[in-house]
Nanobody, 126 residues
């Protein structure tokens, strides 16, 4: 099974940028569609973005469309999330997730993703 480790979180001022990375091991990344989710205190985990197994298709939540960009490098077993124009509403723990690729893409429901990282904290100050 694949193991996922996120990095790149931190504290940034509103309007700033961060780049999150997700490193995968123990599996072939091209076997998975990948997603990013986030969870703010007291709120449910929500979908942020996803990318299909070969990077040819992407999907974004309306709240991040035009500001965030998901990408992947299967040769390096990494998935990234470039986050620009950050606002305090983006403050959350961000999780990388993997869904064994199949016939259905995209998927926005977190229960559809079988493998998860431990999360990385993003805090945006006003």
């Amino acid at each position: 099974q694949v193991q996922l480790v996120e990095s790149g979180g931190g504290l940034v001022q509103a309007g700033g940028s961060l780049r999150l990375s997700c490193a995968a091991s123990g599996g072939t990344l091209s076997n998975y569609n990948m997603g990013w989710f986030r969870q703010a205190p007291g709120k449910e985990r929500e979908f942020v973005a996803s990318i299909n197994w070969n990077g040819g298709r992407t999907d974004y939540a309306d709240s991040v469309k035009g500001r965030f960009t998901i990408s992947r490098d299967n040769a390096k077993n990494t998935v990234s999330l470039q986050m620009n124009s950050l606002s305090p509403e983006d403050t959350a723990v961000y999780y990388c997730a993997a869904d064994l690729r199949g016939d259905v893409y995209p998927k926005r429901v977190y229960s559809a993703y079988r493998y998860w990282g431990q999360g990385t904290q993003v805090a945006v100050s006003s």
